[in-house]
């Protein structure tokens, strides 16, 4: 199971850092990937990371502000957000899964979800 935390309110500009925890060796050999969805909007890819050597895969809109780690000593995996924008306001869902290449940045990739955590950037 997965559970998402640190979401909020921030003003524009400012930073936020999502946390993923695992119950069990979920993170151990799979991938982590981290998904947002907007008011009206369909769910969408924010970042992935395989943790076997791979390298992250980060959607365009976020590459340079988004940054995905892990503590393996809690099982918890992080989304650190900077320069926050109005646009980056969502639901945010941590996902693990075996996804091929193909797959990594889809929905279909993963398997377990959290539950999600709201993010709300004001202008």
């Known amino acids: 199971q997965l559970a998402e935390s640190g979401g909020g309110l921030v003003e524009t500009g400012g930073s936020l850092r999502l946390s993923c925890a695992a119950s069990g060796d979920t993170f151990g050999s799979y991938a982590t990937g981290w998904f947002r969805q907007a008011p009206g909007k369909e769910r969408e890819f924010v970042v992935a990371?395989?943790?076997?050597?791979?390298?992250?895969y980060y959607s365009d809109s976020v590459k340079g502000r988004f940054s995905i780690s892990r503590d393996t000593a809690v099982n918890t995996v992080y989304l650190q957000m900077n320069n926050l924008k109005p646009e980056d306001t969502a639901v945010y869902y941590c996902a693990t899964g075996r996804p091929i290449i193909s797959t990594i940045r889809t929905e279909r990739g993963y398997s377990t979800w959290g539950q999600g955590t709201q993010v709300t950037v004001s202008s």
């Open positions: 990371r395989r943790w076997n050597g791979g390298i992250a």
